[in-house]
């Protein structure tokens, strides 16, 4: 076996670079989002993952639609009740350690929807880590929702489930900012 | 239509009502009230017969008149019809009331009353007599209310918040 030198150094360099970083590193850039997407928030999350804001830059693009090889659960949009033990079923078979964002008024709070078939915010049945405000909110503001996971996956260390009981409940706040011209210019 | 109506079921008083009634326009589209026992027959004629050939269900739906003005009648079962062969429309209405709203189903003569039949069942609690599977459709299973009743409260009442909830500790 002429190759094993060269397979061992590479293997220590990795070892050695995960021992530095953690593995929570190579986790946080290649975090596989289970799209949940009911309504409207659903559009702007594909826009989200579509060339223009191009999530894969954050390592996020890979979409899967099945849960056990997905660690984040982006809910986006509103849950009637009739889905919730679906979504709850979803999350459930999903892969440890993950991760949850609400995404949109309606997955947080119910939205504009305050009926007696729509689930007042996922939070309520399920642990979110982030919400992501809007109605819709923008791409931006789901990828800062998305970075926000990443800063926790970063800073959080392997911490069993439990010790996450209650999601983190991190609110995103908008990244854009209205800037105004001065009377000057 | 009506004469062939009135023909077929002389003891009947079948007579055509305005379905919009719009302050100073004349009426343009046309109901009629069927009793739910002669409601069979009747649809099964306006299918058949060579003048109405009404070969088309095109909605079947239902209205809860309570608080309405002047209704004498809880719940409308409204059936609109169409016929392709000679263009023209018509409404059936059929008025049941409370405690136990039944009107025969009429998935025998269209079949696509099938999905709507269960669907008025799931939310006004209207039981379609003789639907081969009269199931709730919209809403789950376990829900017992029918939330299009005008006494239902929109917000529910607590359904939604009864649910079992999932900890990071079940994952
Ligand atoms: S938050 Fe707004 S955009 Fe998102 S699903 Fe609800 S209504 Fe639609």
Redesign the pocket.
């Given at each position: 076996m002429g190759n094993d030198d060269l397979v061992t150094t590479r293997l220590e360099t990795l070892v050695n670079f995960f021992r530095e970083k953690g593995v929570n590193w190579a986790r946080k850039n290649s975090l596989w989002p289970m799209p949940f997407a009911t309504?409207?928030?659903g559009i702007e999350l594909m826009a989200t993952g579509a060339s223009r804001y191009d999530v894969a830059r954050f390592g996020a693009e890979v979409m899967r639609f099945s849960p056990r090889q997905s660690d984040l659960l982006i809910c986006a949009?509103?849950v009637a009740i009739k889905m919730m033990p679906v979504l709850q079923r979803i999350y459930l078979q999903m892969a440890e350690p993950k991760w949850v964002i609400s995404m949109?008024?309606?997955a947080s709070t119910g939205?504009?929807f305050d009926t007696y078939a729509v689930v007042q915010g996922v939070d309520q049945f399920l642990p979110v880590d982030v919400y992501v405000p809007g109605?819709?909110p923008r791409p931006e503001t789901l990828i800062e929702g998305i970075m926000a996971i990443q800063r926790l996956v970063e800073k959080e260390g392997i911490r069993p489930s439990a010790e996450r009981e209650k999601g983190m409940r991190h609110v995103v706040q908008p990244t854009y900012q209205l800037t105004m011209p001065t009377a000057a210019e | 239509m009506l004469a062939a109506l009135q023909s077929k079921f002389p003891s009947m008083s079948l007579e055509l009502r305005p379905l919009v009634v719009r302050t100073n326009k004349p009426a343009d589209q046309f109901y009629v009230r069927v009793e739910p026992g002669a409601l069979l027959e009747v649809m099964r004629f306006l299918r058949d017969d060579e003048r109405t050939k009404f070969e088309q269900l095109i909605d079947l739906t239902c209205v809860d008149y309570l608080n309405f003005p002047d209704a004498a009648d809880r719940y409308g079962v409204v059936y609109s019809l169409l016929s392709l062969t000679h263009n023209h429309r018509l409404w059936i209405k059929c008025f049941v009331n409370d405690p136990k709203p039944t009107v025969p189903s009429v998935t025998s003569i269209w079949k696509s009353a099938d999905w709507m039949e269960r669907e008025v069942f799931d939310m006004f609690g209207v039981v379609f007599e003789g639907h081969p599977d009269l199931r709730r459709i919209l809403t789950w299973d376990e829900f017992e209310a029918y939330p299009l009743r005008k006494d239902y409260p929109l917000r529910g009442k607590g359904e939604r918040e009864d649910y079992p909830v999932i900890h990071r500790t079940d994952a």
């Open positions: 309504a409207c928030c949009g509103r949109g008024a309606c939205g504009v109605c819709p | -």
